[in-house]
Each structure stands twice: as C-alpha cells, then as structure tokens.
C-alpha cells in the first residue's frame, strides 16, 4: 500500500490538525487518542512516512527504528507509567488487525483493572 500524505496522523504532524501532545523528539510525536479505548491511549507517531510496522521495519534506518522505540518508552515515562501501574503497547497492522489510520503508530494502552489480558 503507497502511503497517503493526507492521513489524519500525517496531517497531525503538519500541525494542520489539533492534538494533545504528550511527547515530542526528532523521531516521534505521542499523542492523546481522541478516541479512547481505555483509561489512558496514547499514541506514538513517528516523524516519517511509514504504512504500518511492517514498512517500518523494512524502510527506516537502525538509528531511527532505534530513536522511535526509545521514543515509546519516554512516553511511558512522560506519563508516569513506568510503575507497578503497567502498560499495554499494540500495533494493528492491516484492515484485517484493525488498523484504520495508515500512518504507523504504536498504542499505549493502561488503566484496564484487573480484567487479564486480550
Ligand atoms: P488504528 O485503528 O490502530 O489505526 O488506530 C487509529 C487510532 O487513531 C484510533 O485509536 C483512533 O481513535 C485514533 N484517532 C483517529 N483520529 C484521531 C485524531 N484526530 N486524533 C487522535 N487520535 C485519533
């Protein structure tokens, strides 16, 4: 799939549409879902123009593949996360995993309760 300059995430990071950051660096900007799927959802996006987790893998540089995923563990930490509170991080990949937004993004998902896992 060609990635689409005009998705909503794309859009984001033009700062053409409004989001609340919760953390910024040159590889990453992590956002508050406007749609929560659970007490906390954040979003991590990376500075780039990448399909899914699978084009990321394939296309981004070591340093940058690197600098993201650091950049996902400083949002846990932005949010005080990194604690016996515990966090979930998803990736859908694909229409068929659910993915709707074709920009890559990293979930980070907490705050369920003790309902185990899905
Ligand atoms: P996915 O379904 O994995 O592609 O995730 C896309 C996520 O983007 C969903 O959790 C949506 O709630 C979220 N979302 C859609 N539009 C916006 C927006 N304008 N700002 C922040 N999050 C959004």
């Known amino acids: 799939?060609?990635?689409?300059?005009?998705?909503i995430f794309a859009k984001?990071?033009?700062?053409?549409?409004?989001?609340?950051?919760?953390f910024e660096n040159?590889?990453?900007?992590?956002?508050?879902d406007a749609f929560p799927a659970a007490p906390i959802h954040i979003l991590v996006l990376p500075k780039g123009e990448f399909v899914n987790f699978?084009?990321?893998?394939?296309?981004?540089t070591p340093?940058?593949?690197?600098?993201?995923y650091k950049a996902v563990r400083q949002t846990?930490?932005?949010?005080?996360?990194?604690d016996e509170k515990g966090y979930r991080i998803s990736m859908n990949t694909g229409k068929a995993a659910g993915q709707s937004v074709f920009h890559y993004h990293?979930?980070?998902?907490?705050?369920?309760?003790?309902v185990g896992h899905v």
Request: glycine share 10%; aromatic share 12%.
């Open 12 to 22: 984001i990071l033009r700062g053409e549409i409004a989001a609340e950051k919760i």
């Open 76 to 82: 846990v930490d932005a949010i005080g996360l990194n």
């Open 26 to 32: 040159e590889f990453a900007l992590s956002i508050k």
């Open 1 to 7: 799939m060609a990635y689409d300059k005009n998705n």
């Open 63 to 68: 340093e940058f593949i690197a600098g993201f």
């Open 106 to 114: 990293v979930h980070i998902t907490s705050g369920f309760g003790n």
């Open 54 to 60: 699978h084009d990321f893998m394939e296309n981004a």
